[in-house]
């Protein structure tokens, strides 16, 4: 029996004259909508947002951590398999179609693009904070800050911006690529689920898929954007000492950008990201990103040469071994939330009666058991040394999901909601290539590059501080002025000055293609496709995005615990979450298309009216 035709017949109803000409209405109405109003929410009543925000995203987390974690466990191998099949062999577009782009520009650009503020601010500041923190120091196996823990430091960094990261961004860009460039589809959202939605895909239920991906984008921007900026602006009081950039320390923490500095950043930052997305993505964004990757090898040779490269090599070899080891685990290893019914009936009869005095500090994953200890009062301090600590290790399981909530979620949530922005961008930049070409390319590659990239900066960071060099110097910087604080340690002088505005340089050309790149990939989604959009809505966006990010910083900067970014990625949990699904259902829509497709080819025929 042969096989009915594909559903390609998207219709996707645009304004034919008026400010939104090409333009969807309801995508592009919707999707301000929201945005404006969370803009508005966070500046009339930011302490309202900033502690809404917060409750929202707990208990998001209580009750998704897990499908956050299997689901990018299975993109992962989904996306093996598809390598390893005979499938990897289709080619996203015609047989004589030919790469747009150069290798070394298409790797630039997908560099940048995926994770280039992420490795600037996290290069250091990752593997130190794992070193101390992770599954195996909250479970009491190893002991956090010591030359045992290294090794688990790098299993989790390696996890973070390895192959699963990637995996989220390639899912959502080859579905994309897949339907755009075989059954030349209009290269948004919505296209990637025509095999499950058919027909009701020219429908609200298409405009709502695009309105997850807009809202997604911008958040997961913003949030880019917001841990860029911070940066920028510890790189910029560096190298001038401008004191209004800073704010004041409190107490033994270490001094963070000011509310003013940030917003200033902010505001040169998206200026420039508007005018580089008015130029489009053949000019400037590949000129920037062929830039950022000149200066990134830049960078990574300074270290190279003056950091700590054997130690960092030699880390690099153990710790990839151990992550293929541990890489199931690793993938499908969810925690679920510790009750206070449950630590309660897991403790010996003369603590139970104090559970509740007990809990909070038996599953805070950030304490220490002898912090938890410390922190005892009243009848609890008066327990026996051994009823204390068998009440710490009844919290475990609560320390664990503590720490993968505020850990590996939290990556997951954000490489989710960053995915629409990559993997439309990755689709658009790779047509000509064959489905195992995207895969490795794009999945394989760059991860590679982000372990060597971690391990010979974080690596050198770690050095500096078991050697005794910087003597907690560098674990006591904020997470934004880790890089650096180490830099300070590692080299001196002129050239010290040299490379740390070059660091500041590099920063901020990261921060303008990530930035103008969403701005164009919105744009594409709003427009039903379209690769060439309109400037006005362009500078549209880059406005909004502006107004979001700074609006979030400032809600995040009111209550008793103020941090400018809380607000920013409570929010982009939030939001990644609805995507979480479609991308879910994109896998299974890809799986459904290249099966039927696959069947078609071998069959020779296909009749009647579309069955996808």
């Known amino acids: 029996m042969a096989l009915k035709e594909p559903f390609t017949d998207l219709e996707i109803e645009k304004a034919q004259g008026g400010f939104y000409e090409g333009y969807s209405l309801p995508i592009a109405l919707i999707s301000k909508g929201i945005m404006v109003a969370l803009v508005l929410w966070a500046l009339i009543f930011p302490l309202s947002a900033n502690g809404t925000l917060d409750a929202w995203n707990w208990a998001l987390?209580?009750?998704?951590?897990?499908?956050?974690?299997?689901?990018?466990?299975?993109?992962?191998?989904?996306?093996?398999?598809?390598?390893?099949?005979?499938?990897?062999?289709?080619?996203?577009?015609?047989?004589?179609?030919?790469?747009?782009?150069?290798n070394f520009s298409w790797f630039s650009m997908m560099f940048g693009a995926g994770l280039g503020v992420g490795l600037m601010v996290f290069a250091t500041a990752e593997p130190l904070g794992l070193w101390g923190s992770n599954p195996l120091t909250v479970a009491g196996e190893v002991e956090g800050g010591t030359p045992e823990a290294v090794k688990s430091a790098f299993r989790y960094t390696f996890l973070h911006y390895g192959f699963h990261a990637w995996a989220i961004y390639v899912v959502t860009g080859l579905s994309l690529a897949y339907y755009a460039y075989t059954r030349d589809m209009p290269l948004t959202i919505r296209s990637a689920l025509?095999?499950?939605?058919?027909?009701?895909?020219?429908?609200?239920?298409?405009?709502?898929?695009?309105?997850?991906?807009?809202?997604?984008?911008?958040?997961?921007?913003?949030?880019?954007?917001?841990?860029?900026?911070?940066?920028?602006?510890?790189?910029?009081?560096?190298?001038?000492?401008?004191?209004?950039?800073?704010?004041?320390?409190?107490?033994?923490?270490?001094?963070?950008?000011?509310?003013?500095?940030?917003?200033?950043?902010?505001?040169?930052?998206?200026t420039l990201s508007i005018i580089s997305a008015v130029s489009g993505v053949g000019r400037g964004i590949k000129y920037l990103s062929n830039l950022n990757l000149v200066l990134s090898v830049i960078l990574l040779m300074t270290f190279v040469i003056f950091g700590s490269f054997m130690f960092a090599m030699s880390t690099y070899a153990t710790a990839f071994v151990d992550y293929v080891i541990q890489f199931v685990a690793l993938s499908f290893e969810a925690y679920s939330p510790l009750s206070e019914a449950e630590f309660a009936a897991n403790l010996d009869p003369a603590a139970a009666p104090l559970a509740a005095e007990l809990y909070g500090g038996a599953t805070n994953a950030w304490g220490?058991?002898?912090?938890?200890?410390?922190?005892?009062?009243?009848?609890?301090?008066?327990?026996?040394?051994?009823?204390?600590?068998?009440?710490?290790?009844?919290?475990?399981?609560?320390?664990?999901?503590?720490w993968q909530s505020g850990w590996t979620t939290f990556y997951w949530a954000w490489w989710i909601a960053f995915s629409p922005f990559v993997g439309l961008f990755l689709a658009r930049i790779s047509k000509g290539r064959t489905v195992r070409e995207f895969i490795l390319g794009c999945v394989i590659a760059p991860a590679l590059v982000c372990f060597a990239w971690m391990t010979i900066l974080g690596g050198t960071a770690i050095d500096l501080e078991l050697s005794g060099v910087a003597e907690g110097a560098i674990k006591g910087a904020s997470n934004t002025n880790k890089l650096f604080t180490t830099l300070s340690y590692m080299i001196s002088g002129g050239f010290l000055s040299a490379i740390t505005v070059m660091c500041v340089v590099l920063i901020m050309t990261f921060l303008v293609t990530s930035a103008d790149s969403g701005i164009l990939v919105m744009n594409t989604i709003m427009s039903g496709g379209e690769q060439e959009t309109g400037i006005k809505h362009r500078i549209i966006w880059g406005l909004i995005m502006t107004g979001v990010i700074g609006a979030l910083i400032i809600a995040g900067n009111t209550g008793a615990a103020a941090?400018?970014?809380?607000?920013?990625?409570?929010?982009?949990?939030?939001?990644?979450?609805?995507?979480?699904?479609?991308?879910?259902?994109?896998?299974?829509?890809?799986?459904?298309?290249?099966?039927?497709?696959?069947?078609?080819?071998k069959a020779g025929t296909t009749v009647g009216q579309p069955a996808e």
Request: net charge negative; glycine share 12%; no cysteine.
């Open 194 to 270: 025509t095999p499950l939605l058919g027909k009701y895909a020219n429908g609200a239920i298409g405009h709502l898929v695009d309105v997850l991906g807009v809202v997604a984008t911008i958040l997961g921007v913003s949030v880019t954007i917001g841990f860029g900026v911070s940066q920028f602006v510890d790189g910029v009081y560096a190298v001038s000492g401008m004191e209004w950039l800073m704010g004041s320390a409190e107490g033994d923490a270490p001094a963070k950008p000011s509310t003013v500095g940030l917003i200033t950043a902010l505001a040169v930052i998206m």
């Open 563 to 601: 941090n400018p970014l809380d607000s920013l990625q409570d929010a982009m949990i939030i939001g990644a979450l609805p995507f979480t699904i479609v991308m879910v259902l994109m896998v299974i829509s890809l799986i459904k298309a290249m099966w039927n497709d696959s069947r078609r080819e």
């Open 61 to 102: 987390l209580q009750g998704w951590n897990t499908f956050y974690i299997i689901s990018v466990g299975i993109f992962a191998f989904f996306l093996f398999a598809l390598a390893i099949l005979p499938t990897g062999r289709r080619k996203l577009g015609g047989a004589d179609t030919v790469p747009e782009f150069s």
């Open 368 to 402: 220490s058991l002898s912090g938890f200890q410390g922190g005892l009062e009243g009848d609890a301090a008066a327990l026996a040394p051994e009823a204390q600590i068998a009440a710490y290790e009844a919290g475990t399981q609560g320390r664990l999901f503590g």
